[in-house]
């Protein structure tokens, strides 16, 4: 038996292109397309160790489906702090919750000239016919999808430094829109919405000011809406500035703010409604969509941040260690009547995060009805996510995936190809095998949550973020 952190926190993991990966039970044929996923390919340079889960130097994993076989290759994403690492040995770039280790003068220009980090390993989208790895930090990287090598940086904005980005784009595919949310550090702080078109046309909608500007990971998007949701974790921006401690360090709980929501019209950016909830605090939001009156967001919700704290890896390395649980929250804000109050429920227990659903079908859609992530079982709440969830809106049950000594990480929905129902397809994990030493591609029935394959990597793969599958072009 391995150690879980050993494998899933800890060094290198060997860059690979196998053609073929060992097939247990079925991977089905329709499965013509690559899940490309990005996440930590390091947690160690040289003796030094990164501090946090949301460390690391990103990697990038290609799991290319044809003919029920399954063909694996992961590359370091190519960047200054991948190559900086490699040729000093040592951590040379600010990521979410390290810092290089820097003496006086080394820290007084560091103030003028913070070297933060380009290594994009949070999500992988694409956008405007590009491979794009995304950080939240503005420095995004395009790559080519075959050979998973960079091709060029892409930027929401050029010549500012200390501004943050989500890392979670949302899609208008029938008006063929992208979205995205990018917070500029300033004395008065803004969020700004950015839209692209298609095409590649990148235009600023609307901004919202704030004096200590939120740590927001993702923002939700309606029909007509994007929704700003302020958890009370907030920054002077000063301490940005300065940035005297690692970024996220920089913040604090203020739960007296509550959770204010700012709703901005998404075709126009005018702010048409400003709401204030209890504090909360979430990494990410589901789904949104609007029925009458109401516009109404499903959202991973912690009652504090204290989850950040819960990913640090001296805290994750502890076995008996225990996560706070996630869980699947609906919120209702009356657009309308203003003398209601925002009002939310918890739609389902069940320990939640890294969230899907059926995105392509059913974003911003009402009828929407199964989120799966990865979960905690609450008989081995010890340790990190050691399930898969699916949880059903409509009836509040849910279905489990579990193996012992297993660690899936982010669940992606498949649909199947001419589907009807709405979880018509798979869903697809990388799973940690601790007991065995590595890790495999989980592939389940959306519907039965049943195993139908599995396609052994010779190693084990980081605990990682998020991906998604890309069918191939048909
Ligand atoms: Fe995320």
């Not at 699947?328 to 429920?345: A, I, M, N, Q, S």
């Not at 049950?397 to 498949?414: D, H, I, M, R, S």
């Not at 139908?452 to 973020?465: D, T």
């Amino acid at each position: 038996m391995y150690r879980m952190f050993d494998l899933g926190f800890g060094k290198s993991e060997q860059e690979v292109e196998i053609d073929a990966l060992p097939v247990q039970g079925t991977i089905p044929p329709w499965l013509a397309g690559t899940l490309l996923r990005n996440g930590p390919g390091t947690f160690q340079v040289g003796e030094q160790r990164y501090r946090h889960w949301f460390d690391g130097l990103a990697m990038l994993h290609k799991f290319a489906f044809s003919h029920g076989r399954v063909a694996y290759a992961n590359k370091f994403l190519e960047c200054n702090a991948y190559r900086a690492a490699r040729e000093t040995g040592r951590i040379s770039y600010s990521e979410f919750a390290t810092d290089p280790c820097r003496d006086f003068f080394q820290r007084v220009t560091a103030i003028f000239n913070p070297h933060i980090t380009d290594s994009a390993k949070v999500n992988i989208a694409q956008i405007a016919n590009q491979y794009i790895a995304l950080a939240e930090t503005p420095i995004q990287v395009e790559f080519d999808p075959e050979t998973l090598q960079s091709v060029g940086v892409f930027s929401y904005e050029t010549g500012t430094t200390g501004q943050m980005t989500t890392v979670h784009p949302q899609f208008d595919y029938a008006h063929d829109l992208v979205y995205n949310v990018v917070t500029r550090y300033h004395r008065v702080s803004h969020y700004r919405l950015y839209q692209m078109a298609g095409g590649g046309g990148l235009q600023r909608v609307g901004e919202v000011a704030a004096k200590e500007p939120s740590y927001m990971h993702s923002f939700g998007m309606s029909q007509h809406y994007v929704i700003l949701t302020e958890f009370p974790l907030v920054v002077n921006p000063l301490r940005l500035l300065l940035w005297l401690r690692p970024y996220i360090e920089n913040f604090t709980w203020k739960p007296k703010r509550g959770t204010p929501i700012t709703v901005l019209n998404r075709f126009t950016g005018e702010v048409v409604a400003r709401f204030q909830t209890d504090p909360f605090f979430a990494f990410h939001h589901v789904n949104a969509f609007e029925v009458g009156d109401e516009l109404i967001f499903d959202i991973v919700a912690y009652p504090d941040a204290d989850i950040l704290k819960a990913y640090y890896l001296r805290t994750l390395e502890d076995p008996q260690m225990e996560i706070p649980f996630g869980a699947l929250r609906r919120y209702r804000l009356p657009l309308k009547d203003r003398k209601k109050e925002v009002t939310w429920e918890t739609i389902s227990n069940e320990c939640m995060e890294l969230p899907r659903f059926n995105y392509e079908r059913y974003n911003m859609n009402p009828d929407y009805r199964y989120v799966y992530a990865a979960s905690i079982n609450r008989q081995r709440r010890q340790g990190f996510y050691n399930q898969i969830v699916k949880v059903d809106i409509a009836s509040r049950q849910a279905k489990t995936w579990y193996a012992e000594n297993c660690y899936p990480g982010e669940p992606v929905f498949v649909g199947a190809p001419a589907r009807i129902a709405e979880d018509e397809g798979v869903v697809l994990s990388v799973v940690l095998d601790a007991a065995k030493g590595n890790s495999f591609l989980l592939v389940l029935d959306a519907q039965s949550f049943q195993e139908m394959g599995r396609a052994e990597i010779p190693h084990a793969v980081l605990f990682g973020y998020h991906g998604d599958y890309f069918p191939n072009p048909t």
